[in-house]
């Protein structure tokens, strides 16, 4: 006996209802779709999304990795690794609310941090060309104001190193350390007068 193939009348009927949910999957999924077919998502505003408390405690841990080993790109493509003269860095991605209000907060108090931190631009998906990833965080900067930052791009897989956007590398007492999550600007100024 052999197999029945589709009609041509019933193959449309399927790709209407593969699109259908797919759509509904990007409605109801939102960032996480881009990440299911390895695309980076546009630029949005996200401040008002997951909104939690920040951490009032300063709760720095020790750095998983030699930061020395990891290697970051200026815009213009020139490679970076992240010394200690680097540091202290912020490591964010566009597409996370904890990040984009990290950065309203330190934009807010710039100019009473003791160190200037470097936006260290990354969670792309895998393939993004350094050009894409300028674009993307340099929208980032117009709608939120952001400026002053010196920028640099981890296009690499991060996923080993940090777990959780948005995260501060710095150094303490000629220790690696970090900061994950968002916190209190009490809790920032304190990393970075470190």
Known sequence: MSASRPTQSSLPTRWVSVVVIILVLAAIGGAGVWKMFHTNPPFQVL????????????????????????????ASGTPVRLTP?????????????????????????????????VLISTGFAPGTTLVQAEQLTRQEEAALHIHGLRVYYWLANWQPVVKEFPTLLFSENGKEQ?????HTWHVWHKALGA
Not at 91 to 105: E, G, K
């Open 178 to 182: 970090m900061l994950q999550g968002e």
């Open 47 to 74: 401040l008002t999304d997951e909104i939690v408390k920040p951490q009032a405690r300063y709760n720095p841990i020790s750095a998983p990795v030699n930061w020395e080993t990891v290697t970051v790109q200026t």
């Open 85 to 117: 003269a680097l540091l202290p860095a912020l490591v964010a991605a566009y597409w996370c609310p904890h990040c984009q209000r990290t950065l309203v907060l330190w934009m807010r108090h710039q100019l009473s941090a003791m160190r200037e931190p």
